[in-house]
């Protein structure tokens, strides 16, 4: 509380409230004045969110701007929120694409506006909330919440197949949820009845077998949100399906939520399975970014390439991870921001042509580059982006985590550099075909390039990319102290033998 | 001390009793068709019934009748809610019933003879007088289903439902024989007494408690003791499987209670067993089977059994915490059962019965505030947080992980998995799809009140369920403490 207020709560409950606010504003007859208090709503939560950065102390890992109440008194749970290095970070990346969010869908959402920007608004708030909270059960409310607007969203805004896409992207991450309960339950037994996240961080857990059906339960949570090799078809459907919005939203900050959860729950509470279990999640990580690069490679539609993409880039990110060394870890999380800015502006992007054809096949563009010059110089940034283009954000975390990956096995990082090459090969494709060439048809004929409120949007994701590309420090040195002490959680065994 | 002063822990049975009579007698004079009279007065006596309970507390534990009834804290809790249930179920009711003239003097009064039995069920400490509650509620809950004669599906589900539950309470009774025969009393307290320090024939207990169990299954309707459920559900007008599927859960858990815990704690190694074979198979028969109806009716009703199955985890687990946790899910449970039927109700018109799940399809744009709070609910019988269905699960299971019964916990969590799908096709009905019908709704302004009420509750409670997770928690400590 250093301004003498809980910022943290701040951050978390205003977002909710303006989304409750927006919702009050009832039905489409007042969607205009829906959406100028969803847009004022969202920039003052990112606003708010600024001291987080500035007031952060970069010398030390214990938790900030902690804010602590007793909440559920029986079970001993708390109204726990505090951020460390890491989380601080993620923070910022959600709140800085909400109003981006809420632009996007300025003109576009034509039926339900008001519900459409408060599950928008409410889910910022809750994604907060999974990223601040520092109780067990506090989390698991704000990390179960977060599915109901998101459901909402894909199903009722979403394309034609949206109810399909909807229930397996709900059911499917439940069910992770879920056993992820049963292991928070076994914790705070073994914790002697606390479920503060640090408290679980010390507690012993002796058995290697414990821990690696633990691991596992946290894995079925993480791994799917992430999401991770053999549970991530329902991440291709949820983002074809999803509305734009849905579909940045989905890709800058869910899929981030996953990972964290790595990193906060599964490696320093169970830090012998993540060493026994690495090669596994190393293998994992490496079938994503190879196999699911030559997936994306051979898709027709816009929106599943960028997903693929979005699939095999976590797999960078979970690669870095488990390799366990600052080099990898730093790496990941830088990848994990950058992979926010770059997949969102591409969704933005295909959302800009969608709106215009109503097609997000491949083969029925071409040529756009005559029609939206302005759009394709956009475009290109963030194609050379997602490509890993050096100046751009992509780079940075990549290359970290292959330097990472040489020090752990030269294999790896062998493995994981051809991500270069096949991600190059399919944005770039993507790219060649849809914006050069001659006009191909009559819809691409009659398009117009883009118009200010859209440059708005794609001119801050570009300044995000190019300054996270060529000056990376500020993202680095922030987590830096709290990604030692990781390390430090990670190399204490908890099993003695 | 007189008389009158002596059984002041049995004034609210007492003054309930006399208001069903005055009650009856006074409704024949009144010619009113839609009986605003009589109906006043069935919710005055339950708010009198609440103050006599609120101001006839007493700290510890009174037993009255020759040790027949017990009045301690838990009891009382049961029965402020049971009151609660009732009178809401009365408002959600009304015009329902009045559009299909079942609202009369006779269905008040049978509401109020069940309320009764219930009460007594909460209150009995030996197994007469919990058998003699257990009847009077059953009994008027027959009648209740058969009170629309016109109709054959609801004279079968009556019949069904008389037919298996005197089956059921045969058992009990057999069981109950044996226990006497075993311990040679009908006393809860003394039979513990004998059990633990006694030589009672331990075949003749266990095999007492086999009986016991499979009428208590029955009377929960829990797997494979179940068959009455769906179709009682399903026949019998929605304000009478309203008032089955909400206020007797209550009671039915403070029926396992006396029974199984404050009588047979010592057997407890047998009854666990027996428990954990019902909660499973009801949460996997439930959960499953409610995925194939298209009747709303009939998936609550498999909804209740699986949820039935959740609450017996809480009890099976044998420990104070387990028991507490089983009733906040059971008055959690009616309070999600209330609105769900609720809301079933609020939609129906006369002829018109909402009962289909299609009936939901874009209710999001008929109503938006009714979709989110049947949004609200639906998540909340689904276990999803932030609503306080969740806590209701989380409670259970965390009681069952203490106990170590772990495989049953991961159990549970995905038959709750499977659950989640039918919930969620109602939130994908009314959000997702067009409407089949664009009629105007007319909305009962008491109804839509409490429905709004009973879906924010839902919710608040969900954020902060510490008070009434207390509550439930510290009294079955007390009620236990012999």
């Known amino acids: ?497 | 001390m007189n008389l009158l002063s002596s059984l002041s822990p049995a004034y609210a049975e007492i003054f309930l009793l006399t208001m069903v009579c005055v009650i009856l007698v006074l409704d024949l004079f009144i010619a009113n068709h839609t009986k605003t009279l009589t109906y006043l007065m069935v919710q005055v006596t339950l708010l009198g019934c609440s103050l006599i309970t609120v101001s006839t507390h007493q700290g510890g534990i009174a037993h009255l009748f020759n040790h027949m009834f017990v009045d301690d804290l838990m009891s009382d809790v049961l029965k402020l809610l049971t009151y609660l249930a009732v009178s809401m179920m009365l408002v959600y009711s009304r015009t329902y019933l009045m559009a299909r003239g079942l609202f009369t003097g006779e269905f008040l009064g049978l509401v109020l003879f069940a309320t009764l039995g219930m009460m007594v069920m909460i209150s009995a400490s030996n197994f007469l007088s919990l058998y003699l509650g257990l009847e009077l509620l059953a009994l008027s809950l027959y009648a209740m289903v058969a009170l629309q004669r016109d109709s054959a599906v609801a004279t079968e589900a009556a019949m069904k439902y008389f037919i298996l539950g005197a089956m059921a309470s045969g058992f009990l009774l057999y069981g109950m024989s044996m226990l006497y025969g075993a311990t040679g009393s009908l006393d809860v307290g003394r039979i513990a007494q004998v059990i633990q320090h006694g030589t009672p024939n331990k075949e003749l207990l266990v095999f007492g408690l086999a009986f016991i169990v499979a009428g208590l299954a029955f009377k929960l309707g829990a797997v494979p003791f179940h068959m009455w459920v769906p179709d009682v559900y399903h026949g019998a007008p929605t304000a009478m499987t309203m008032f089955i599927g909400s206020a007797p859960k209550l009671a039915a858990f403070a029926f396992v209670m006396r029974i199984l815990v404050e009588a047979l704690q010592p057997l407890m190694i047998h009854w666990s067993g027996m428990l954990m074979i019902l909660a499973v198979l009801s949460m996997a028969v439930g959960n499953i089977t409610a995925i194939a109806q298209t009747n709303l009716k009939r998936m609550f009703a498999y909804s209740t059994i699986a949820h039935m199955g959740f609450m017996l985890i809480g009890v099976l687990s044998g420990t104070v915490e387990g028991y507490g946790s089983s009733m906040f899910y059971a008055i959690i449970y009616v309070l999600m059962s209330l609105g769900g039927f609720g809301m079933i109700m609020l939609l129906s018109r006369e002829g018109f019965e909402a009962d289909n799940l299609n009936d939901f399809k874009g209710l999001n744009q008929r109503s938006p505030w009714l979709a989110f709070m049947m949004l609200l609910l639906m998540f909340s019988m689904a276990g999803v947080p932030p609503t306080v269905g969740f806590y209701a699960k989380f409670s259970v299971l965390n009681a069952a992980v203490q106990a170590g019964h772990i495989p049953l916990v991961v159990m549970a969590v995905l038959f709750s998995l499977i659950g989640a799908f039918y919930y969620l096709r109602i939130v994908k009905l009314m959000y997702f799809d067009a409407p089949e019908s664009h009629e105007k709704l007319y909305l009962q302004p008491d109804s839509s009140l409490l429905i709004s009420i009973n879906g924010l509750a839902v919710l608040a409670l969900g954020i902060l369920p510490g008070t009434l997770m207390s509550v439930c928690a510290v009294s079955v400590q007390q009620s236990l403490l012999h």
């Open chain 1, 1 to 497: 509380m250093i301004f003498g207020y809980p910022l943290l709560s701040v951050v978390i409950w205003l977002p909710i409230l303006f989304g409750l606010l927006v919702l009050a504003t009832g039905n489409d007859r007042n969607a205009r004045l829906a959406r100028v208090i969803a847009l004022v709503g969202a920039i003052l939560s990112f606003l708010v969110t600024i001291p987080l950065y500035t007031g952060f102390d970069r010398m030390t890992s214990d938790m900030q701007f902690v804010v602590l109440h007793e909440w559920i008194a029986r079970f001993n749970i708390h109204y726990h929120l505090g951020v460390d290095g890491i989380s601080v970070l993620f923070i910022l990346l959600n709140s800085f694409f909400t109003p981006l969010v809420v632009i996007a869908g300025w003109q576009v959402i034509e039926k339900r506006v008001a519900q459409y920007m408060a599950a928008f608004l409410i889910m910022s708030g809750l994604v907060n909330g999974v990223f601040a909270a520092l109780d067990a059960m506090l989390f698991y409310v704000f990390w179960e919440a977060m599915l109901i607007p998101m459901f909402i969203i894909i199903g009722v805004w979403g394309g034609p197949n949206r109810v399909y896409a909807a229930v397996k992207f709900f059911l499917y991450t439940l069910m992770g949820s879920l056993l992820m309960l049963v292991a928070l339950l076994y914790l705070y037994q073994q914790s002697g009845g606390s479920f503060s996240i640090l408290d679980f961080h010390r507690t012993a857990l002796p058995s290697l077998n414990i821990q690696v059906l633990l691991f596992f339960a946290f894995f079925m949570a993480f791994s799917v949100k992430v999401p991770m090799f053999p549970v991530h078809t329902w991440l291709p459907d949820a983002h074809v399906e999803a509305p734009t919005g849905g579909s940045v939203i989905l890709a800058a900050i869910m899929l981030k939520v996953g990972a964290y959860g790595f990193i906060r729950f599964s490696m320093p509470i169970l830090p012998d399975a993540s060493h026994y279990l690495a090669p596994l999640m190393i293998a994992l990580s490496l079938i994503a970014v190879v196999y699911i690069g030559l997936v994306a490679l051979t898709q027709s539609d816009m929106k599943k390439l960028v997903a693929y993409s979005s699939i095999s880039h976590m797999g960078f990110v979970t690669l870095g991870f488990f390799i366990f060394n600052a080099y990898g870890i730093e790496g990941a999380l830088l990848q994990m921001i950058s992979h926010g800015f770059v997949s969102g502006a591409l969704f933005l992007c295909i959302g800009v042509l969608y709106d215009r054809v109503h097609s997000r096949q491949i083969v029925d563009y071409g040529g756009v580059a005559n029609k939206m010059p302005v759009f394709a110089a956009f475009f290109m940034l963030f194609a050379m982006a997602n490509s890993g283009l050096p100046g751009t954000s992509g780079f940075v975390g990549e290359f970290m985590v292959i330097m990472g990956a040489v020090k752990a096995n030269f294999w790896y990082a062998f493995a994981a550099a051809t991500t270069l090459i096949f991600g190059a090969a399919y944005t770039l494709w993507m790219y060649k075909r849809v914006i050069f060439g001659a006009v191909a048809n009559d819809h691409v004929a009659h398009l117009h390039d883009i118009g200010a409120r859209e440059i708005i949007v794609f001119v801050i994701l570009a300044i995000g990319v190019l300054v996270m590309g060529l000056y990376p420090l500020p993202f680095a040195d922030i987590m830096h102290t709290s990604v030692n002490d990781l390390l430090v959680h990670l190399a204490t065994p908890k099993v003695l033998n």
